[in-house]
């Protein structure tokens, strides 16, 4: 199923290590990496840059590597173009960014999000292209552990201990789709 992805692309950048002077190159190598991406998984990606201290005075928005590439407008950051585009495109899309900002207000207009750091493993595992049995067992090493629960227990609990709760396992079948 194509999803709409809608990326905070210097966030992306930052998850991968410090952005160093020569930034255009970067930006340029994740780009292309993230349209491989793209046509593997047949998605529609659109990555938003901060344009809004040394931008251009309209928002500037071109096609690279299949996928749409959007430079904000000087003054405005990127999180608002990503905000603005969250609207725009209701719930369809999915949010790629780790900052809470971003996230709280995309949840909040019922988008689906997606750490940073999430998106970087799915983008790196997409790329080794792994068979599906490989899939499965790396699903199942990096499983979240059971979060302890202090407190005293109040009597006999039901059903199992190990299970995921609803909601984590909704996303994770969400977080398989990428």
């Known amino acids: ?71 904000s407008k000087l003054g405005e950051r990127a999180d608002q173009v990503i905000q603005r585009l969250c609207v725009e495109y209701g719930t369809t899309a999915v949010v790629v960014s780790s900052d809470r900002e971003i996230s709280d207000y995309a949840r909040n207009q ?32 990096n499983a979240p552990a059971e979060p302890h629960r202090g407190g005293k227990p109040t009597g006999k609990k039901k059903g199992n201990p190990r299970k995921l709760t609803k909601k984590e396992r909704l996303r994770n079948r969400r977080l398989q789709q990428f």
């Not at 709409?4 to 952005?19: A, E, F, M, T």
């Not at 493993?121 to 490989?134: D, F, G, V």
């Open 110 to 141: 019922g988008n689906f999000t997606i750490s940073a750091q999430e998106f970087e493993q799915r983008l790196r595992q997409t790329s080794s292209n792994p068979t599906r049995h490989q899939i499965k067992d790396e699903a199942a090493l």
């Open 1 to 71: 199923m194509s999803q709409k992805l809608i990326i905070d692309g210097y966030n992306l950048l930052g998850v991968r290590g410090p952005i160093r002077a020569d930034m255009e190159q970067e930006r340029t190598q994740l780009i292309h990496e993230l349209g491989r991406y793209a046509t593997r998984r047949r998605h529609q990606l659109i990555v938003v840059f901060d344009g809004w201290k040394s931008g251009d005075p309209c928002e500037g928005q071109q096609s690279i590597a299949g996928i749409t590439v959007i430079f």
